[in-house]
T-cell receptor, first 112, second 112 residues
C-alpha cells in the first residue's frame, strides 16, 4: 500500500514557466512533508519542507503548498530553469517516528 | 566535513553471496537510514536507527540486517544475496532539528 503517491512520472515545462509537481498521501498521521531533488548518479538533496501547522512555505523560487483536508501537497518552481531538470521526490513523516516514507518520484524536464 | 559516505560505490555479487554495505557520517547526527531505489518504486526504507543502539524495520526489511556500530556508522548486510536485491542503495542521516535528511552518493549493487 503506497502511503505517499506521485501520480505523474514525468513532466516537461518550458524555461521561465511554472513547474507544478504534485504529491498525495493517505496516512492522516503524517505531519511533516519534504521535497527532495535527485540528479542521476547522486544521492537526493533536500529542497524544502512544510509542517502540518502551515499551508505554505516559500524558499526563493520554490514554494510548497499543503492541503491537509485533501491530503495533497504540491511543489511550485517559478521560474523554471534548465538546471531544475531532475527527479523530485516528496516524503512524509509522522510526529516522533523518525521514519520517512517517499513517493515514487516525478522526472522534471525543463526545456530551454 | 565529508557528510555521508558509502562504500563501495559499485558491487556485483552472485546469488547466495554475502556482503556488507558501509555508511558513515561525520555530522554528529543521531538518526541514520538505509533506502533502496528501484525504477518506478521510488525510495523505499529498509531499516533505520533512531539513535545509537537502536534499529527498526522499515518498509522492505526482508533479506537484510543492519548494525549501528556507533554514532557515526550504520552498516547494511545481505546474508544471501538474491537477484531481487539488485538496486541502488542509499544511506542517509538526519540532524536533531528534524528538518532534512542528508544522503550519501549511493551504492549500485547487481546480483547475478
Amino acid at each position: 500500500d503506497q502511503q505517499v503517491k506521485q501520480n505523474s512520472p514525468s513532466l516537461s515545462v518550458q524555461e521561465g514557466r511554472i513547474s507544478i509537481l504534485n504529491c498525495d498521501y493517505t496516512n492522516s498521521m503524517f505531519d511533516y512533508f519534504l521535497w527532495y531533488k535527485k540528479y542521476p548518479a547522486e544521492g537526493p538533496t533536500f529542497l524544502i519542507s512544510i509542517s502540518s501547522i502551515k499551508d505554505k512555505n516559500e524558499d526563493g523560487r520554490f514554494t510548497v503548498f499543503l492541503n491537509k483536508s485533501a491530503k495533497h501537497l504540491s511543489l511550485h518552481i517559478v521560474p523554471s530553469q534548465p538546471g531544475d531538470s531532475a527527479v523530485y521526490f516528496c516524503a512524509a513523516s509522522g510526529s516522533g517516528t523518525y521514519k520517512y516514507i517517499f513517493g515514487t518520484g516525478t522526472r522534471l524536464k525543463v526545456l530551454a | 566535513n565529508a557528510g555521508v559516505t558509502q562504500t563501495p560505490k559499485f558491487q556485483v555479487l552472485k546469488t547466495g553471496q554475502s556482503m556488507t554495505l558501509q555508511c558513515a557520517q561525520d555530522m554528529n547526527h543521531n538518526s541514520m537510514y538505509w533506502y533502496r531505489q528501484d525504477p518506478g518504486m521510488g525510495l523505499r526504507l529498509i531499516y533505520y536507527s533512531a539513535s545509537e543502539g537502536t534499529t527498526d524495520k522499515g518498509e522492505v526489511p526482508n533479506g537484510y540486517n543492519v548494525s549501528r556500530l556507533n554514532k557515526r556508522e550504520f552498516s547494511l548486510r545481505l546474508e544471501s544475496a538474491a537477484p531481487s536485491q539488485t538496486s541502488v542503495y542509499f544511506c542517509a542521516s538526519i540532524s536533531s532539528s528534524y528538518n532534512e535528511q542528508f544522503f550519501g552518493p549511493g551504492t549500485r549493487l547487481t546480483v547475478l
